[in-house]
């Protein structure tokens, strides 16, 4: 995305998100706000959001952009479907693919990579080198990175029950 496309979608997002969102008192002179919340910390992740804010795009628009951090603790799916905030940004699909199988009342309007970023690997003494080489392994995973796993062995057609799946977060000493 060039940086004129890149500055039209975050003006025209920011005035999209600003009308369907928030309503503003006719008499009211405040700027609508629009709460981000954030899958993380601010971080490298939302470059095109804060440089957009920094540079005024938003103000120009007569918005008030808000960043709202995330963590291990908060689900920031969850907290916009519950209308505590306007929009939010998550590093990772897999929150998003777990929403709608859920039906919970959220939708995905933008992509930052087209495809997916997760990445498999294994070690060189005992290389996987594709799909069907899982079958008999474990297969250490975060808990919203099973999704992608059960997709990845469906398009395959390897039964899960085939790989052994150990939920982990950042203590790798289970594998």
Request: charged share 20%; hydrophobic share 45%.
């Amino acid at each position: 995305m060039t940086d004129i496309d890149r500055r039209h979608f975050l003006k025209a997002s920011g005035a999209a998100a600003a009308t369907s969102f928030v309503s503003v008192d006719a008499h009211s002179q405040a700027k609508p706000i629009v709460n981000m919340q954030l899958g993380w910390i601010l971080s490298g992740n939302q470059m095109g959001e804060v440089c957009a804010k920094a540079l005024g795009y938003y103000e120009q628009e007569g918005i008030e952009m808000r960043f709202q951090a995330g963590g291990p603790n908060i689900d920031g799916v969850a907290v916009v479907a519950a209308g505590r905030f306007e929009v939010g940004q998550v590093s990772s699909s897999p929150s998003l693919m777990l929403a709608a199988s859920q039906d919970i009342p959220v939708i995905c309007f933008a992509a930052g990579a087209q495809e997916h970023p997760y990445a498999f690997f294994s070690l060189k003494k005992n290389p996987i080198r594709e799909p069907k080489d899982l079958i008999g392994k474990k297969v250490g995973i975060q808990a919203t990175g099973i999704i992608l796993l059960r997709a990845l062995l469906a398009k395959n057609k390897i039964p899960e029950k085939d790989v052994q799946i150990v939920t982990l977060g950042a203590d790798m000493s289970r594998c």
